[in-house]
């Protein structure tokens, strides 16, 4: 892999992969790719047996994955840099980052870091290998280096001395032993929360059929992502993408109160896994949530796996913070984590300067990073040179998920 890696780098990084004629034959190239999609559906979504309609369109689904992570790998040759720049939450002192990126600054980032929004200065560029020096150049205005690149590009974060970590960590659910076993093991809150479930004596049904599809993502999903997320430059699936994954064979859960859809999550059946995609609730209404509906949506994929005999419930990504309220919701149904496979993008996190800004930040954003083997441990950062025992043990209960390898206490 490494050989192939070394060819690959010294192909790419001929200077007429940089010109602009270059990037616009392949936008070109995935622009053709999305505007024959609606054809592709209104084709095939005839064809029979349905068995043959579902490989096909899976197959057309992953070749475009494949071609969309190689223009990403191609265009993450040559980074951009910039300076961001703004107050830090904790300490009310500036805070400033060299981010190398082609992407935006994240704007999840943003929120865990800067007391509004920062200033972002472009300031060159850098190819992936020259990261080492990066950081010698701008040493002395910047406090720590931030990098956003693809995974494939893991080593060269290692070789400059970064603390690598995932965009997204996966949640999954253990559903291979009986139902009373898994609901046993919850945490108490949660199992206060299923009570509340069955107490409003939800209901669900699951269906394939296409105008409530087109109803769940109208009503249900869009309003509630973006109430929750907010101004944002994530990527938001349209109703055509959508409609794609129906035809692949995804499916619809809708869970019902008193007559009327009120929540739902868009799923996969894949072998031994149900993979929930997309959730959300109707109007993305607050009061709902409150209510427990969107709770009813994972109880009820518990009890969907049991009947189905599956062995696991993908409940889907978060961020890799531990403090995180999306990363807690989903631990507390008795999640383990592992590797987010559809979101293959890293950070790489070097420390230049270790002002009190930056201290905080870190102190206050505990988060689960990659090793040297690209196994997942923990980061936790300290201002102390050493922890006694209690403290190591309230960190250790405090951060304990399935599936971190270890957790590194680092003292700042």
């Given at each position: 892999m490494e050989?192939?890696?070394f060819v690959v780098s010294i192909i790419f990084?001929?200077?007429?992969?940089?010109?602009?004629?270059?990037?616009?034959?392949?936008?070109?190239?995935?622009?053709?790719?999305?505007s024959i999609v609606n054809v592709i559906i209104l084709f095939f979504s005839k064809v029979r047996p349905l068995r043959l309609k579902q490989y096909f369109f899976?197959?057309?689904?992953?070749?475009?994955?494949?071609?969309?992570?190689?223009?990403?790998?191609?265009?993450?040759?040559?980074?951009?840099i910039s300076i961001v720049y703004g107050i830090e939450k904790h300490t009310g002192s500036m805070v400033r980052f060299l981010f190398v990126s082609n992407e935006k600054f994240p704007l999840f980032l943003m929120n865990l870091i800067y007391n509004g929004k920062p200033t972002v200065k472009?300031?060159?560029?850098?190819?992936?290998?020259?990261?080492?020096?990066?950081?010698?150049?701008?040493?002395?205005?910047?406090?720590?280096?931030?990098?956003?690149?693809?995974?494939?590009?893991?080593?060269?974060?290692?070789?400059?001395?970064?603390y690598v970590f995932p965009h997204l960590v996966d949640m999954v659910l253990d559903c291979s032993i009986g139902i009373n076993e898994i609901l046993e093991g919850l945490p108490r809150s949660t199992k206060k929360e299923i009570k509340k479930v069955k107490k409003r004596k939800y209901s669900f049904e699951v269906t394939s059929d296409i105008e409530k599809v087109t109803?769940?993502?109208?009503?249900?999903?869009?309003?509630?992502?973006?109430?929750?997320?907010?101004?944002?430059?994530?990527?938001?699936?349209?109703?055509?993408?959508?409609?794609?994954?129906?035809?692949?064979?995804?499916e619809l859960m809708l869970v019902t109160y008193e007559g009327k859809y009120v929540c739902g999550g868009f799923?996969?059946?894949?072998?031994?896994?149900?993979?929930?995609?997309?959730?959300?609730?109707?109007?993305?209404n607050i009061d709902l949530i409150k209510n427990r509906a969107h709770s009813a949506v994972y109880y009820f994929f518990i009890i969907l796996a049991q009947d189905r005999k599956v062995k696991r419930v993908d409940l889907g990504g978060a961020r890799p913070f531990f403090n995180d309220g999306l990363f807690q919701y989903k631990k507390k149904w008795g999640t383990i984590i592992e590797p987010y496979s559809l979101v293959p993008e890293v950070f790489g996190l070097k420390i230049l300067n270790n002002s009190e800004s930056l201290k905080q930040f870190l102190i206050h954003n505990p988060?689960?990073?990659?090793?040297?083997?690209?196994?997942?441990?923990?980061?936790?950062?300290?201002?102390?040179?050493?922890?006694?025992?209690?403290?190591?043990?309230?960190?250790?209960?405090?951060?304990?998920?399935?599936?971190?390898?270890?957790?590194?206490?680092?003292?700042?």
């Open positions: 050989g192939f890696t990084s001929i200077r007429f992969f940089n010109h602009l004629v270059i990037y616009s034959y392949v936008e070109f190239i995935m622009r053709s790719l999305l899976s197959f057309m689904f992953h070749w475009y994955l494949y071609v969309s992570h190689f223009k990403s790998l191609l265009f993450q040759i040559r980074l951009n472009k300031i060159g560029k850098e190819y992936i290998w020259g990261l080492k020096k990066v950081d010698k150049m701008y040493s002395d205005d910047v406090d720590a280096v931030l990098v956003s690149c693809d995974q494939f590009y893991y080593r060269w974060l290692c070789k400059s001395g970064m109803m769940f993502y109208q009503d249900m999903y869009l309003p509630t992502f973006l109430k929750r997320i907010g101004e944002t430059d994530m990527f938001i699936p349209d109703l055509l993408s959508i409609k794609y994954l129906l035809e692949m064979g995804y799923f996969y059946h894949y072998k031994d896994t149900l993979m929930l995609k997309y959730s959300g609730v109707f109007e993305g988060f689960i990073g990659l090793n040297e083997k690209n196994e997942m441990v923990g980061f936790v950062f300290v201002d102390k040179d050493e922890l006694s025992d209690e403290e190591k043990e309230h960190y250790e209960k405090r951060f304990d998920v399935p599936g971190i390898h270890e957790l590194r206490f680092i003292t700042l």
